[in-house]
């Protein structure tokens, strides 16, 4: 496992832009060797999958509810995951979390299991205005 700490959550206009960033400390070896993932927890709702990135960055897993908007990146040089979302809307908001998962690969469409991801952020804010 890996510490995990997010950052970038603020309060943003209704088609807005916003950045997020997850650094990674500790044992940064699993950090660059498995796929990384963002969820989120709207209030009153569970936790859902927001994108699931790969080793390498190459294959990507979106929630259809995301498709097209966000943009979920790595740079393992930097022990460091990114998740560019545009086009924001007030349904997006919530508590967005980052998640290390157990093994190297995301798969598109794939359903992803909380209970594989076996390190956590504590989460950022995000909240959207209309």
């Known amino acids: 496992q890996v510490q995990l700490v997010e950052s970038g959550g603020s309060l943003v206009q209704a088609g807005g832009s916003l950045r997020l960033s997850c650094a990674a400390s500790?044992?940064?070896?699993?950090?660059?060797?498995?796929?990384m993932g963002w969820f989120r927890q709207a209030p009153g709702k569970g936790r859902e999958l927001v994108a699931v990135?790969?080793?390498?960055?190459?294959?990507?897993n979106y929630a259809d509810s995301v498709k097209g908007r966000f943009t979920i990146s790595r740079d393992n040089a930097k022990n460091t995951v990114y998740l560019q979302m545009n086009s924001l809307k007030p349904e997006d908001t919530a508590v967005y979390f980052c998640?290390?998962?157990?093994?190297?690969?995301?798969?598109?469409?794939?359903?992803?299991?909380?209970?594989?991801?076996?390190?956590w952020g504590r989460g950022t804010q995000v909240t959207v205005s209309s």
């Open positions: 500790g044992d940064t070896f699993s950090f660059s060797s498995n796929a």
């Open positions: 990135i790969n080793w390498n960055g190459q294959s990507i």
């Open positions: 998640a290390a998962k157990k093994s190297p690969w995301a798969v598109p469409g794939a359903t992803e299991r909380e209970t594989d991801f076996t390190s």
